[in-house]
């Protein structure tokens, strides 16, 4: 067996080859300017950005994936058939289809396949022409960020007119947003386009927007605007309240998925209507901070339609942990092929859900070759107890990452591990910053672990 074949997101020594499949920092933790394990495949705005984040970064190791066009890559064991998608989640940012002799295996890093999107809906076309050719994916490695039906928010087109409303609504306000150093860029030009103003963003910020071509709607001068995209780490109630305290009216906007949850497990939230996509009246957390559901991460039933479409022998989550961490097997397991054990689990504890807590399995639950015994009346919490999640709703310590290794060729029985209910009660102001990285599991042809 090999000690290692390709690496994804994943930046240890002792790949033969290495994918990058966007740069938000939990996918580059263990990259570094003087990183040289091997070559490195990536898309070219990834390639364009990646010396800016990495000085002197040696550029002689990359390689460049265009969307929607398959590489083939020979190695000193192995050729293996690359497929790179468009993962619409940030610019550059890459879902890859890997072939080979250790099978089909898609890794979708973060993305989100909204089903009225043009780029998406050009990806997913690639992407059922590649299943064609294929009997079946075995494994894929899913953003599970939300995978979660108490996570329902809506398109980004719509979550983007929200915000516009809002800052129209407040004409004698100065408004800042929460951002992240790459992504959301379509939000920015959107607000700019309709209000016709410019946007203040922070030096890196504006390099990055240059870099991408945005040259004239941006600007560092505060004196020719009043909406300011800044960033998260700036974002806080003590500044909002600073701000008008000291200067002037100032209203604070947090785009987010992570708040939000379906209507019919809170009451008070707003609901999506499919049709138009219209939302309902935004939610204000604070007396200067409004929260809106613009998510770069796919909501719940974006994923299921997504697993529907591959039909999978089985998932791995990327995400190891987070404040709604779940199992993507436990919803997601009954969508796979040749896994009727999953599916009589799944329709057995669906009927004991209530509200948003999914009760423990009284008694043992077996599945997939393994036993869990539920720790009811025990007087503890066990990793093994609960299905479900409980969710604080402005916890936001998103997520721990976790990359992808091809190990080798031996195939064995997939464990299934239950995760514990997560409780994140903190309130803290933030976004989705993919900032964190945690511990994975083993698999048979992924090893997933901490890039190092």
Not at 423 to 451: I, Q
Request: charged letters at 25%.
């Amino acid at each position: 067996m090999e000690k290692g074949l390709v690496s994804v997101d994943r930046w240890a020594e002792g790949s033969q080859v290495y994918f990058l499949t966007h740069l938000h920092s939990d996918h580059t933790q263990g990259l570094s300017s003087t990183w040289s394990h091997g070559p490195l495949y990536c898309s070219p705005l990834t390639a364009k950005l990646l010396p800016f984040k990495f000085p002197d970064f040696n550029l002689s190791l990359l390689r460049i994936l265009h969307v929607h066009t398959t590489s083939i890559i020979t190695l000193p064991s192995t050729t293996i058939l690359v497929t790179a998608l468009d993962a619409c989640h940030c610019p550059g940012s890459l879902m890859l289809l890997f072939r080979g002799d250790f099978g089909p295996v898609l890794y979708t890093g973060d993305f989100r396949w909204e089903p009225n999107c043009h780029k998406a809906t050009l990806a997913r076309n690639v992407l059922c022409h590649a299943l064609h050719d294929i009997d079946g994916v075995d494994v894929v490695y899913l953003d599970n960020t939300y995978s979660n039906p108490i996570y329902d928010f809506p398109p980004r087109h719509a979550a983007t007119q929200q915000i516009i409303d809002i800052i129209a609504s407040h004409p004698d306000h100065d408004v800042i947003i929460s951002f992240n150093n790459l992504g959301k860029e379509d939000l920015l030009v959107e607000i700019s386009r309709v209000l016709k103003i410019k946007i203040w963003v922070w030096p890196e910020r504006l390099r990055t927007m240059h870099l991408l071509g945005f040259r004239d709607i941006f600007t560092k001068d505060t004196l020719l605007t009043r909406v300011r995209a800044v960033p998260q780490y700036s974002f806080s109630i003590e500044t909002l309240e600073a701000l008008n305290r000291i200067k002037c009216p100032t209203i604070g906007i947090m785009p987010s998925g992570l708040p939000w949850m379906k209507k019919s497990l809170r009451k008070s939230e707003a609901k999506v209507d499919n049709q138009v996509g219209c939302i309902g009246s935004p939610e204000k957390i604070h007396q200067y901070i409004y929260t809106v559901p613009y998510s770069d991460h796919s909501n719940f039933e974006e994923m299921e339609d997504f697993i529907k479409l591959v039909q999978p022998n089985r998932l791995e989550g990327i995400v190891s942990s987070s404040s709604c961490y779940i199992e993507p097997m436990y919803y997601f397991g009954r969508l796979c092929r040749g896994n009727p054990p999953m599916r009589q689990l799944h329709n057995r504890l669906k009927r004991k859900e209530s509200g948003t807590r999914v009760e423990a399995v009284s008694g043992k639950a077996s599945f997939g070759g393994v036993n869990y015994e539920s720790d009811r009346g025990k007087g503890k919490t066990s990793r093994r107890k609960f299905f479900g999640v409980r969710v604080s709703r402005f916890g936001l310590s998103r997520k721990k990452h976790r990359g992808a290794r091809i190990q080798g060729f031996a195939k064995r029985k997939p464990t299934i591990q239950v995760r514990p209910s997560l409780d994140a009660s903190s309130l803290t102001v933030g976004g989705e910053e993919d900032d964190a990285r945690g511990v994975g599991s083993g698999s048979d042809l992924f090893s997933l672990a901490v890039g190092e």
